[in-house]
């Protein structure tokens, strides 16, 4: 079953163009973490959000999280190839019985952007 | 850096043969947890464990066991690998869970590239 659907999955666009990444679900969370995967590794946090409406910032980058926290947008800002690479959201379930708290990851989108 | 070390990084093997992959800490995290990440899955948690002896299944746990005998050491066995296991295998590791009072912050080894063949 999958509980956290992560749009688009695939994602090429030229150096300077804007892009934004989604991940929607029907569950609520108690927090929405993005990370970033470069082949061969494993993936690195580049946020968590917390509370419902919150955006954060990281240079280029701004993750907001849905009001009602069951959703998450990423925005690129006049992307770089040094951005290219897998994207993953990832939601920590308040209600999943006894794996409350784990975290359930969406599909990714990975992304290349080129020069 | 986290200190997640995973061994070994690539491994080849039959089906039909047991096979354990090792995560190992330095980090003193309560949490530690194995994935498996497959194209168009997504990473899907296998076994986690919330202390030394305390583990408990995940998503796709079906053919895999864990063991946690030291707080650092987190081991993944596949008593008898099956080609559809054939995946990357990420360990993780956590100083706490997802609750309203914490946020459930994970940390990711280099990964286990397994091909059974």
């Known amino acids: 079953t999958q509980l956290l659907e992560q749009s688009p999955q695939f994602l090429s666009i030229q150096e300077g163009e804007n892009l934004t990444v989604y991940c929607n679900s029907s569950?609520?969370?108690?927090?929405l973490q993005w990370y970033r995967q470069e082949p061969g590794e494993g993936p690195v946090l580049l946020v968590t959000?917390?509370?419902?409406?919150e955006v954060k910032k990281l240079k280029r980058l701004t993750f907001q999280f849905g009001d009602a926290r069951k959703d998450s947008s990423l925005h690129i800002t006049a992307a770089q190839p040094g951005d290219t690479g897998l994207y993953l959201c990832?939601?920590?379930?308040?209600?999943?019985?006894?794996?409350?708290?784990?975290?359930?990851f969406g599909k990714g989108t990975k992304l290349s952007v080129k020069p | 850096d986290a200190g997640i070390t995973q061994s070994p990084r690539h491994k080849v093997t039959e089906t039909g043969t047991p096979v354990t992959l090792r995560c190992h800490q330095t980090?003193?995290?309560?949490?530690m947890y194995w994935y498996r990440q497959d194209p168009g899955h997504g990473l899907r948690l296998i076994h986690y464990?919330?202390?030394?002896?305390?583990?408990d299944k995940g998503e796709v746990s079906d053919g895999y066991s864990v063991s946690r005998s030291k707080t650092e050491d987190f081991l993944l066995t596949l008593e008898s690998a099956t080609s559809s296991q054939t995946s990357v295998y990420f360990c993780?590791?956590?100083?706490?869970?997802?609750?309203?009072?914490?946020?459930?912050?994970?940390?990711f080894g280099a990964g286990t590239r397994l091909s059974v063949l």
């Open positions: 993780a590791i956590s100083e706490s869970r997802g609750t309203h009072l914490a946020k459930n912050i994970q940390y």
């Open positions: 569950s609520v969370f108690s927090s």
């Open positions: 959000v917390v509370t419902g409406g």
């Open positions: 990832a939601g920590a379930l308040l209600d999943y019985g006894g794996s409350q708290g784990n975290l359930i």
């Open positions: 980090e003193n995290h309560r949490y």
């Open positions: 464990s919330y202390g030394v002896k305390d583990t």
